[in-house]
């Protein structure tokens, strides 16, 4: 063989081409895509349901805290900045302005960038069979089946919307408090 051949047969070998038989369990013969079997093992589909369930518990009643707080302090709020006690963040609340703290700024800033999007990174990440789609140049449609024999998904998004609000209120509340005393205040204008 010469060196060309040699190379060439290690591609043909390493992508699965030819007659060379390098399995990496259930019969993956392509090592780059052994992630693929792995990934969808039974323990994978699990753990995946699993963090699908708490991501999409969290980011749903993470959004209503946000939607519950941001009404009830835009009620409570000045119209005008209030610097002496530190209500200087303008809030807007459908044209009508009220003015936040930094802790309340930053607060719903957090709840509402997170909350959405991890949400929907768990309808993302969790496992799906049997799914159909339709793209077209103005949009997307996708019909699946949750892969979730075990219900996994579905208490981990119970126990992760019962676990936010405690999460949300309490610890939450020295996250933002250490954030504000390095400087950091986002505010959702």
Not at 33 to 48: E, I
Not at 103 to 119: E, K
Not at 155 to 179: D, E, H, K, M, N
């Amino acid at each position: 063989m010469t060196r060309s051949t040699e190379g060439a047969h290690a591609i043909r070998a390493l992508f699965g081409v030819g007659g060379h038989d390098f399995s990496f369990g259930r019969g993956c013969r392509n090592p780059w895509r052994m992630h693929a079997t792995m990934a969808n093992g039974p323990r994978m589909k699990a753990a995946r349901n699993i963090i699908a369930g708490v991501l999409f518990g969290y980011g749903f009643v993470s959004f209503l805290c946000f939607l519950v707080l941001s009404m009830m302090w835009a009620g409570a709020a000045p119209r005008q900045p209030n610097e002496a006690l530190g209500l200087i963040y303008r809030h807007n609340v459908h044209g009508s302005y009220s003015y936040f703290s930094a802790f309340q700024a930053t607060a719903c800033w957090l709840m509402f960038t997170t909350s959405i999007p991890l949400a929907f990174a768990g309808l993302f990440l969790a496992p799906k069979k049997n799914v159909t789609g339709m793209v077209r140049w103005y949009g997307a449609r996708f019909r699946w089946d949750p892969d979730d024999p075990g219900a996994l998904m579905k208490w981990a998004a119970i126990t992760s919307a019962v676990a936010t609000p405690f999460f949300v209120f309490f610890i939450g509340s020295y996250i933002i408090r250490g954030l504000n005393e390095v400087g950091f205040v986002m505010n959702l204008g």
